[in-house]
């Protein structure tokens, strides 16, 4: 990363970033990243449209910062949900469960991120933009890794079903990212319960049948 980018990724004490950003996953998450008006997220902060640009060069470079936050975290929540559970198939219920377990606003994010996914196949013209871009690669990247070692060791201890690693890791993360094409916080299901189903199906996909609820 380039000492500019990471200047711009900064939050000093009178820093907008963080607001603007709030409010950029407010309006993207309920009304769409299209039909949002760059000028509409300035009115919403209180600043002036021009004063968005010395933090953001444009809409697109503000939704792949948000995209590549939301790698940020979701990387981090496996990370710390993974590194204390006690066996492999632990593993595999807690990565799912920090997967969910999130704010309304982060949910926001994550229909984002999955709504714009393509936006990370193409090199953008922008300079920012094409930074932020190659770093949500590279965290979409480390992500696939991480859920692919930990398949990966679940098979070597005999544990999982001996398959393709990185495509049992693929198809983790689609069944697990899947949920925010259609949850919403005021929905019949809480995330908790969610996290409860998928995180079956999960076992289910890796081989090892999960016990009933009560034997957990």
């Given at each position: 990363?380039?000492?500019?980018?990471?200047?711009?990724?900064?939050?000093?004490?009178?820093?907008?970033?963080?607001?603007?950003?709030?409010?950029?996953i407010d309006k993207f998450g309920?009304?769409?990243?299209?039909?949002?008006?760059?000028?509409?997220?300035?009115?919403?902060?209180?600043?002036g449209q021009t004063a968005l640009y010395h933090y953001f060069?444009?809409?697109?470079?503000?939704?792949l910062t948000i995209m590549s936050l939301e790698l940020e975290r979701s990387l981090s929540k496996?990370?710390?949900?993974?590194?204390?559970?006690?066996?492999?198939?632990?593993?595999?219920?807690?990565?799912?469960?920090?997967?969910?377990?999130?704010?309304?606003?982060?949910?926001?994010?994550?229909?984002?991120?999955?709504?714009?996914?393509?936006?990370?196949?193409?090199?953008?013209?922008?300079?920012?933009?094409?930074?932020?871009?190659?770093?949500?690669?590279?965290l979409v990247r480390a992500i696939e890794d991480a859920w692919a070692s930990m398949a990966q060791k679940g098979m070597d201890d005999g544990i999982f079903a001996q398959r393709d690693a990185r495509q049992t890791s693929f198809a983790l993360l689609a069944l697990v990212n899947s949920v925010w094409r259609w949850y919403r916080p005021d929905g019949s299901r809480s995330l908790a319960e969610i996290a409860e189903f998928i995180a079956d199906a999960c076992v289910r996909l890796v081989g090892d049948d999960p016990a009933p609820a009560s034997e957990r």
């Open positions: 990363m380039s000492a500019q980018t990471a200047a711009d990724r900064s939050d000093g004490p009178r820093s907008k970033r963080r607001v603007i950003l709030d409010a950029a309920r009304d769409g990243f299209e039909p949002t008006k760059w000028a509409s997220i300035a009115d919403e902060v209180g600043i060069e444009s809409k697109a470079h503000c939704l496996f990370t710390i949900a993974t590194v204390v559970a006690p066996d492999h198939t632990g593993r595999l219920r807690a990565a799912v469960a920090g997967a969910y377990d999130v704010s309304p606003r982060e949910a926001l994010s994550a229909r984002i991120l999955l709504a714009h996914t393509d936006l990370l196949a193409t090199e953008r013209p922008a300079r920012r933009e094409e930074a932020e871009r190659q770093r949500a690669r590279t």
